[in-house]
């Protein structure tokens, strides 16, 4: 918690930090404002909403304090020249935020599955000015074919995880990484995918879909390996060059680079005209993500 008090630009700020501690710490404790959803400032002067005793802030300080996604930000010599970035598990817009900020002219598709952690990206989205008409929402998980499933969340807010057992009340619609690029014009500049684990079933399938894909960014979790994702990377089109970005127990971010990206910028069109989009900051209304008409998953 100490460590953190670095990336705050107000005291305010950093006693949400130690609530939202104290929250995780002693999640059976009556912890005063525990669940309600805070503000806090950085110190580059930007604002973001956070759940206390979820794990928003760890996420923040993933891209703060450990330079997560640093190194993909690096890949782009013209950062103006990005127009098209998919984010595969957004989660709580973190991430979004950071393409946003750092990619001034790009397009930004997230894809998070939970609706509260939606309804979290909505609320980030909104403090950032011009984020509206920027990016777009789906609320879906990402597999390697389309059906139905539940959420596992007994690993907490930022690790949900598909599952095959139906839940009560709950139905996510599983869309493939070809629903989503091929509602794009051009190709994709970067693609983040932190699926939880799905990334397994979608690289375990042929995956022409890389051919359009300029730089790739893959949480790889436990038991799937950097070993695999590479394997599948020079299974598929095009030449790709790999690095370990971050290296954990359960879970690595590996980047790769494709040829492509030695080629111009591609036009992003980011319509998504047949995955319907859920939401965007200037509208909250939800809607299921269909495929030509289809619901997914039926």
Known sequence: MWDNRGI??????????????ACIAFPNAPVPGRGRVEQVRTCDGER????????DLSVLYELQRQHEYDAAIAEFSDR????SVVDMGANVGMSLRFWLRHFPRARVVGVEPDADNIEMCRRNLALLPGAAGRT???QACVGGERRT???????????YRMSESSGVGESIPVITVEDVISRFDGEIDLLKMDIEGAEAEVFARPAPWLARVKVLVVEVHAPYSGDRLREALDRGPGSWAMSRMREGEKASVFLARSDNASQDQGRAGA????????STVEDHSLA???LSGQRLGS
Do not use: K, Q
């Open 8 to 21: 705050f630009a107000d005291t305010r700020s950093w006693l949400v930090s130690a609530r939202n501690a």
């Open 48 to 55: 973001y909403a956070v759940r206390l005793g979820a794990s």
């Open 80 to 83: 103006m020249g990005v127009r």
């Open 136 to 138: 777009e929402l789906v």
């Open 149 to 159: 499933v539940a959420l596992d969340r007994r690993r907490g807010a930022w690790g």
């Open 271 to 278: 319509v998504l005209e047949g995955c319907r989009l859920i």
């Open 288 to 290: 299921v993500p269909h």
